[in-house]
């Protein structure tokens, strides 16, 4: 059974408690519909857990009309790997806007890697910890066109169709330690019903 409200701090501290799961490193899996609000709820957390790396799957090239899963083998191969085997991962941040790889950036193994993106928490996840985050689809079409321009309408129609699926298949809310309502994700984290 999911765990009830709670606050970043105390969300934080429960986290460090946990045992590593990715060989030194508690990997905290941030997944939920695209614009739930995973990315904002992961850099908050990120900041209250000092700074704790994060990795996006928007950090990979994942186009509009792919699998939501097409990240995991790049992110599996480039930072569990070699964090797993207790050793900094070195990763190359794609930019969706020009299309381009960033330098090279060497993530430590920290107490807390969090991943967030489709597909975080998937049942293959190494995960010590589960978060969904979700948000009514209305709110979450208008975030992302938003966020990305509304050129990328049907773009959206269509992966929101594909990543629903994923969820369904893989039964992904279900497995989640912490379901949380993305619709306002401020200083007390309000469960979904």
Do not use: N, Q
Request: one cysteine or more.
């Amino acid at each position: 059974m999911p765990e009830p409200a709670t606050t970043y701090p105390a969300l934080a501290a429960r986290l460090l408690a946990l045992a590593p799961s990715c060989g030194p490193v508690r990997l905290v899996a941030v997944d939920g519909p695209s614009g739930a609000g995973k990315s904002t709820f992961a850099g908050r957390l990120a900041e209250v857990l000092a700074g704790a790396p994060v990795v996006r799957s928007d950090d990979f090239r994942v186009p509009w009309d792919a699998d939501p899963m097409t990240w995991w083998d790049p992110l599996e191969r480039t930072v569990l790997a070699p964090l797993g085997a207790g050793r900094p991962a070195v990763l190359r941040r794609f930019h969706w806007h020009t299309e381009t790889y960033g330098p090279p950036e060497e993530i430590p193994p920290a107490p807390v890697l969090l991943v967030e993106g489709v597909g975080a928490a998937w049942a293959g996840s190494p995960a010590a910890y589960r978060v969904w985050i979700e948000a009514p689809r209305e709110l979450r079409r208008a975030r992302v066109l938003d966020r990305d321009g509304p050129a990328f309408a049907d773009a959206w129609d269509g992966w929101s169709v594909r990543e629903s699926a994923h969820f369904a298949a893989d039964a992904t809310r279900r497995r989640a330690d912490l379901r949380l309502d993305g619709t306002g994700l401020a200083h007390r984290l309000r469960p979904c019903r």
